[in-house]
């Protein structure tokens, strides 16, 4: 008896057509409801916990260091520092930004990337961001590398002021060799005016000053008629002659990690801040006893305990103005070890589709 000669398996031209309209409806489906996938799958994310239309400041638990990274209402991002040097702290911010800014984003532009002054503790991560991150403008302060040859020429021929250091002359050196980066060298008078914020230098005022913590830009981001001012390590003598432009705020990003050196009681009187944050960590042998007592006292002049916020207490700051104006904090910010994509669930839900109509057509051809 000559045997039953099997069908060769083939999909059927209707469960093509099938499979094709799920899939425009299912990937149609993903890419409308985009956000709302991704806020369900990643709810415990701390993108889920604040108005991510409005701004968002990360003060970033980087040490006895400092950097800070704003999330403007446009899309646009400023990083303002980037920590110490050391292995682990440099590992620490990256895998931040990674993991918590960067992780829902398409890209890792770093749009505006300001570096205050020359101090360690404060540029000790920058070569690090020009090699992991695109990053499209710098601000940088009047202060040269005599370690670098174009620098060097400058500082013999103009008597400019420089710094020594090897983590200067390699950020310097980092800097300049990043591709399609516009520098400028932050001074008072500079201003990005956006749609619906505005980022304006009020200092430095000079153009030398016998301090490199002086050369530190006062910088005040405004959104929705709310106002932060980023400081570095800017001094009294930056304060004294920046007062006439200073302005009220309502966060201050509190200076030289709460040290006396700065936050005088005049700039506080000009200032008259609600909320403030202050990077400082004992970990690394903050033998400064940063914040100082002193600049505390200063500050409960202002604002209640409660709105006084530090990273040796509070670990990884997330501030947050809403659209609506509000504004609100979130302490001991974790880094997220996984953010699912919605492209992810798409892909796996393509393959469910496939699988479920490779199934069912293979046994309509068997009952065949």
């Not at 008896?1 to 099938?18: G, L, V, Y």
């Not at 415990?44 to 209402?73: C, R, W, Y």
């Not at 490199?212 to 002659?241: F, H, Q, W």
Request: hydrophobic residues 40%; contains cysteine.
């Amino acid at each position: 008896m000559a045997r039953k000669k099997k069908n060769k398996f083939s999909f059927t031209k209707s469960n093509i057509i099938i499979f094709l309209i799920l899939s425009v409806i299912l990937i149609s489906f993903t890419f409308i409801f985009k956000n709302k996938i991704e806020a369900f799958i990643n709810k415990n994310d701390i993108s889920n916990e604040i108005d991510n239309a409005g701004l968002v400041m990360h003060t970033i638990d980087v040490g006895q260091a400092e950097a800070i990274m704003i999330k403007l209402p446009d899309g646009k991002n400023m990083l303002i520092d980037s920590g110490n040097t050391g292995s682990d702290k440099i590992e620490r911010l990256k895998s931040y930004l990674n993991d918590n800014y960067f992780a829902s984003l398409n890209n890792k532009e770093i749009d505006y990337f300001i570096i205050t002054h020359s101090d360690a503790d404060h540029c000790g991560g920058a070569s690090m961001i020009f090699e992991n991150f695109k990053v499209n403008t710098v601000y940088r302060p009047n202060i040269f590398s005599n370690k670098v040859a174009s620098e060097e020429s400058i500082v013999t021929s103009y008597n400019k002021k420089y710094v020594s250091t090897n983590v200067w002359a390699n950020t310097i050196t980092s800097m300049y060799n990043e591709e399609d980066c516009e520098i400028f060298f932050s001074k008072s008078g500079i201003e990005i005016i956006e749609e619906s914020y505005s980022i304006k230098f009020l200092a430095p005022t000079e153009d030398n000053y016998s301090n490199v913590n002086s050369y530190s830009p006062l910088i005040v981001v405004e959104y929705n008629n709310r106002r932060i001012m980023l400081t570095g390590d800017a001094t009294i003598d930056t304060e004294e002659k920046a007062i006439d432009n200073l302005i009220e705020c309502d966060v201050l990003n509190v200076a030289h990690h709460g040290s006396t050196t700065s936050t005088s009681v005049e700039f506080l009187a000009k200032v008259n801040p609600k909320y403030a944050v202050i990077s400082c960590n004992s970990e690394d042998g903050n033998n400064y006893g940063h914040p100082h007592q002193e600049i505390l006292n200063r500050l409960l002049n202002y604002m209640s305990e409660s709105h006084i916020y530090r990273t040796d207490l509070n670990g990884n700051i997330l501030l947050n103005i809403a659209t609506d104006g509000d504004i609100n904090v979130l302490l001991d910010v974790k880094v997220s070890t996984t953010f699912i994509r919605a492209e992810y669930i798409l892909i796996a839900l393509e393959g469910i589709l496939f699988v479920v109509c490779f199934t069912v057509n293979y046994k309509n051809q068997e009952k065949n």
